[in-house]
């Protein structure tokens, strides 16, 4: 039913209730029975074990847990309990993650009003608000949470603070008139009050139209529970990762093991050959390592004011090809600040932003003196009078105590030397009537220190004009004749279309002993002085992220709950709108849309104006049909799901709700879209990073494989025994992998174009570079194994141990390859002091197997001599500086 549009006796009529009475009680329980109590319900959760054990069932998992079944076979207990453990913390990771996602709906109840005001069996009692049913008349005031979605039918200066649903920053003026528009947007709903909303100013009665589930919150709470949860790009690469693994895995145990025993080798040492390969194929240590740079990551970011609540969320933002974006507090600072002064056909413009009073006053670009200014004193003097706006200063920051409105005229006075204290002792308030949503004034009557009397009001500036007999034009007062009154309106107008909120403030002096009984008398026959233009102005930084991520190849829109005029006039300032093409879409034509005709037009629409919740779904869905990977931004309850929807939720820290905030996965902590650009730029680093480690694991498991199948092929010896293969994989990949996760990002990293969320972990050329740097570092430890075992056949073990360091040198070496797309030569080679530390320490544990006696026997290795490392060392050099050398000469021209 569309309640807004109906008259307050046909919304009477369709409850069966009485406004003078209320419901009985005995209705009243009659219809709880019959419709529920008003609360949001929770759908059914998952049991602990079983969220629990869910974590186990994705591919990488299952590898590793085979992994671990292999490596106790082979009798390596330590690396099945370390595989055991990297499992376990995994699990746990991913199960408390979720358990804290449940939490966005208590989150919502919390928002419910815990008593309220009803109207039963003829008198007003306060009863819990799950009690309240269908027809109950509401009653709410200054400070009451409503209680449920009601029609209102009596509004006294009724304000309700709307933001978290409808993205509004100014509270919402209610009225009782019925609202005859179809498919009117939250926020223009005005005869309505929505659960869990704040009421600011005034009181006012309603006819309860929804409770629970049905209201606007319910219709939230829905979606927030409903909303499906993407995987993100990183979770997909690893699983494909793990499932190619696998089958490579499996594929070359039973080749290993058929070509051996074909060869003559017997089957027992072809099987622990071939399973030390199989173990060798699956890096255990990579969700390990992923955690780790994940985690890293995730330090970083919090000192650039981002706080990461689920790890897969800094690389998913790395690939964002869309932003949508909250406008208010995000794109601006949710702070209303008086950037223009008009009267009497003079512009003046009012410099600073937010709420610290310091300023400049500029006429046609020369600084003036506002005091000495009578026109833009009086306009000043007469707004700052007329308000009840404190300014304050909490935790070294000016914040507002009253409405933001009467804040913006405040500090404009303020930043002319003007002070309400300085003021009253010049001027005497007498009398005030309070702003009225139905007058749109409030007005107060004034004595000044020589005894004068007059009346200030302060208003829209429609209705000013309508009570106005002249205008103070040149600091003369000039009766409104048509074509002074049409100059007045196109000034306002050309404000208006700036989106900028008006304000518009006249006077008139009282005669010696004339008094203003009521408001009628007071407002009319005034004399209209001019208009303060207000807006909540863009953050200063925010214009040079967006063009930052433009270069990026990032799309930012923006998504608000204002009007498309004020919408617009912001987007442009910030770059978002640049060309005639693009286009602003408001709440009513995506009414008119279906997800599938919003896909065809959305690649043209760069602002969304006057949303509601569905909206935002809608819009976020309708970009990752087409392919993009959406992050989302918001601090309303309207934002949730939305936020939960797209592939990265992010919410604000300080003014966003704990609803949003539970939804997302990454929060804010300045609220500044800035944040999010340095998040980007850490997301991208992280999984390259994550594809660096991905590269020298694999191509190091790719060249232990190869030389032990070429070794199979040629009827050769084992180059390499399995315990040497093990203790590689272990201890010579972990250290410089992880220390990849703390490399710096290239220069060009926030130059290139996002990633395709389909892109696979080997693109970019990077399965190539696998598989020809392990064939190169197979190669190179099979050659230096032939050269000393054709030498001294009857040693065995020497030229075992001669191709174990080549191996180990080959594949510290190449890691170096690794930090760069291009060529190890493209970076310093210091430039990651972690990666260097790491390879010494490499370094020193092959010598301590190679040297130490204990160790010796254990991995089957002789001390190598001097002569021998010079081949060793070019051996292991060749993989990567060969490769380096044809890079540079596939560049020259």
């Not at 709903?189 to 319910?218: C, D, P, S, W």
């Not at 433009?550 to 987007?571: L, N, P, Q, S």
């Not at 064939?775 to 099979?782: C, D, E, M, N, P």
């Not at 760069?820 to 390879?839: I, T």
Request: one cysteine or more; proline letters at 4%; charged letters at 20%.
């Amino acid at each position: 039913m569309m309640f807004h549009e109906m008259s307050e006796k046909e919304v009477e009529q369709e409850f069966g209730t009485d406004l003078e009475k209320g419901l009985t009680e005995k209705e009243a329980e009659k219809r709880i029975r019959q419709y529920g109590f008003n609360e949001l319900e929770e759908a059914e959760k998952e049991s602990a074990l079983m969220l629990f054990l869910s974590q186990f069932k994705d591919f990488m998992t299952l590898v590793l847990l085979a992994a671990t079944v292999i490596s106790g076979f082979l009798g390596e207990y330590v690396d099945a309990v370390a595989i055991i453990a990297i499992v376990l913390i995994n699990g746990f990771l991913g199960f408390f993650q979720e358990r804290r996602a449940e939490k966005s709906l208590e989150a919502l109840k919390e928002l419910s009003a815990p008593q309220v005001n009803v109207r039963r069996n003829g008198r007003w009692v306060k009863i819990p608000s799950k009690e309240v049913t269908l027809g109950d008349i509401l009653k709410f005031e200054s400070g009451d949470r409503v209680g449920a979605d009601v029609r209102i039918v009596k509004a006294n200066n009724l304000e309700i603070e709307e933001s978290a649903l409808t993205g509004e920053s100014i509270p919402s003026q209610k009225s009782t008139e019925p609202i005859p528009v179809e498919n009117a947007g939250l926020g223009d709903l005005h005869n309505m009050a929505f659960m869990g909303t704040m009421v600011t100013r005034g009181n006012g009665i309603g006819i309860v139209t929804g409770i629970g589930m049905q209201t606007a919150m319910g219709e939230i709470a829905d979606m927030i529970q409903n909303a499906e949860a993407m995987a993100t790009p990183l979770q997909r690469r690893l699983e494909q990762l793990g499932k190619i693994l696998i089958v490579v895995a499996l594929l070359l145990t039973l080749l290993v093991v058929l070509v051996g025993v074909w060869h003559g080798h017997d089957l027992y040492s072809m099987f622990l050959a071939g399973v030390s390969l199989a173990v060798a194929a699956i890096p255990e240590g990579l969700p390990a390592i992923v955690t780790i740079a994940l985690s890293l990551g995730v330090q970083r970011m919090i000192r650039k004011n981002a706080i990461v609540r689920k790890l897969p969320a800094v690389e998913t933002l790395g690939c964002a090809s869309v932003i949508c974006s909250d406008k208010t507090g995000t794109m601006t600072q949710n702070k209303m600040t008086v950037t223009h002064l008009w009267s009497g056909g003079k512009t003046w413009k009012v410099s600073g932003t937010g709420y610290e009073p310091k300023g400049i006053f500029t006429d046609n670009g020369a600084e003036i003196h506002p005091l000495k200014e009578k026109s833009v004193y009086q306009l000043l003097t007469f707004g700052l009078l007329c308000n009840h706006a404190e300014l304050k200063v909490k935790n070294k920051e000016y914040i507002i105590d009253g409405d933001p409105t009467e804040g913006a005229l405040l500090v404009s006075a303020l930043k002319a030397g003007l002070t309400r204290e300085l003021l009253l002792k010049d001027f005497t308030i007498e009398q005030e009537f309070p702003f009225d949503s139905t007058r749109k004034m409030m007005s107060m009557v004034i004595r000044d220190k020589h005894g004068k009397r007059f009346v200030i009001t302060k208003g829209a500036p429609d209705v000013l004009l309508g009570v106005s007999r002249s205008v103070l034009w040149n600091g003369r007062e000039q009766s409104f004749d048509p074509e002074t009154r049409r100059k007045v309106e196109k000034a306002v107008e050309s404000l208006a279309a700036q989106a900028l909120r008006t304000i518009a403030i006249a006077f008139k002096p009282l005669a010696a002993g004339e008094t203003a009984k009521n408001e009628q008398e007071a407002e009319k026959n005034l004399i209209f002085l001019g208009v303060q233009g207000m807006i909540d102005p863009p953050r200063p930084e925010v214009r040079q992220a967006i063009k930052e991520c433009k270069e990026a190849g990032i799309r930012t829109v923006m998504i608000t709950g204002d009007h498309a005029v004020t919408a617009k006039a912001i987007a442009r300032q910030l770059g978002i709108l640049r060309t005639s093409r693009e286009k602003v879409v408001d709440g009513a034509m995506l009414n008119e849309l279906t997800v599938d005709e919003l896909e065809d037009v959305i690649d043209e629409v760069s602002v969304f104006a006057r949303v509601s919740p569905d909206h935002k779904l809608k819009i976020v869905k309708a970009f990752q049909n087409r392919g993009a990977v959406v992050a989302m931004t918001g601090d309303g309850i309207n934002d949730a799901p939305a936020i939960k929807t797209a592939d990265i939720g992010i919410s604000m820290g300080i003014t966003g709700t704990d609803v949003a905030k539970e939804a997302s996965s990454l929060i804010l902590l300045d609220d500044n879209f800035a944040t999010i650009k340095a998040a980007i730029q850490e997301g991208r680093n992280i999984y390259e990073n994550i594809r660096k480690f991905i590269r020298y694991l694999l191509a190091s498991n790719v060249g232990e494989i190869l030389v032990m199948l070429f070794a199979m092929l040629l009827s050769l010896p084992l180059p390499v025994v399995p315990i040497q293969i093990l203790w590689v994989n272990l201890v010579t990949d972990g250290l410089p992998a992880m220390a990849l996760g703390l490399d710096q990002p290239e220069e060009d990293v926030m130059k290139r174009n996002p990633r395709h969320p389909r892109e696979g972990v080997f693109a970019r050329g990077l399965g190539w570079k696998v598989i020809s740097r392990g064939f190169l570092i197979g190669i190179a430890t099979l050659a230096a194994f032939v050269t000393v075992y054709y030498q001294h056949p009857d040693r065995l073990p020497y030229a075992q141990t001669i191709a174990f360091a080549t191996l180990v040198l080959a594949q510290l070496i190449h890691v170096f390859d690794c930090r760069s797309e291009r060529s190890v030569l493209a970076r310093n080679p210091f430039g990651n002091v972690y990666l260097v530390l790491a390879v010494l320490s490499s370094v020193l544990l092959m010598l301590a197997v190679i040297y130490v006696p204990a160790l010796q026997p254990v991995f089957h290795t002789l001390p190598i001599l001097p002569k021998d490392w010079l081949l060793v060392l070019c051996m292991s050099a060749i993989p990567t500086f060969l490769l380096a050398g044809t890079y540079y000469l596939r560049k020259k021209p």
